[in-house]
């Protein structure tokens, strides 16, 4: 089985069945990197994680609701891909009171933590595997 077969085959698994737990997990693995760049805002100062995680929650149900009502519609899916990314940054300036450009700089930047933690994460994981291997073959 090759990449492309399995990340089809990841992708049916994660959008049958399971797709509130995998939304759940994404957005705690989301939510992390994002409430240490929102923790001091300036509209909720004491901010804290649990009530970060909450109005995560929201913003999640409120992209699922913009994604339900434009699919009724018959919106095209790009349409409503753009515009849920935006839906969320407008909701996350309006809870933190930072403004536009700080909010999607954050967003970003919160996406590259990700993205270079689960990088390291597969270079690590890698490497013990490969020691493991070395040592078992011996």
């Known amino acids: 089985m090759n990449l492309k077969q399995r990340y089809q085959q990841f992708k049916?698994?994660?959008?049958?069945?399971?797709?509130?737990?995998v939304e759940l997990v994404w957005l705690l693995v989301l939510s992390l990197p994002l409430f240490t760049l929102f923790r001091g805002?300036?509209?909720?100062?004491d901010l804290n994680y649990p009530e970060f995680f909450v109005?995560?929650?929201y913003i999640t149900n409120m992209m699922n609701?913009?994604?339900?009502?434009?699919?009724?519609?018959?919106?095209?899916?790009?349409?409503?891909?753009?515009?849920?990314p935006l839906l969320s940054i407008v909701a996350l300036k309006q809870l933190s009171g930072y403004?536009?450009?700080r909010t999607t700089l954050s967003v970003l930047a919160s996406f590259?933590?990700?993205m270079w933690t689960v990088v390291?994460?597969?270079i690590l994981l890698g490497i013990v595997i490969g020691f493991l291997k070395a040592y078992y073959a011996q």
């Open 12 to 21: 049916e698994w994660q959008q049958q069945p399971y797709q509130v737990i």
């Open 120 to 122: 390291i994460g597969l």
């Open 99 to 101: 403004s536009y450009l």
């Open 55 to 57: 109005a995560m929650v």
């Open 112 to 114: 590259l933590i990700i």
């Open 41 to 45: 805002c300036p509209a909720i100062p």
């Open 65 to 84: 609701i913009v994604s339900a009502v434009a699919s009724f519609f018959c919106v095209e899916i790009i349409a409503t891909g753009l515009l849920s």
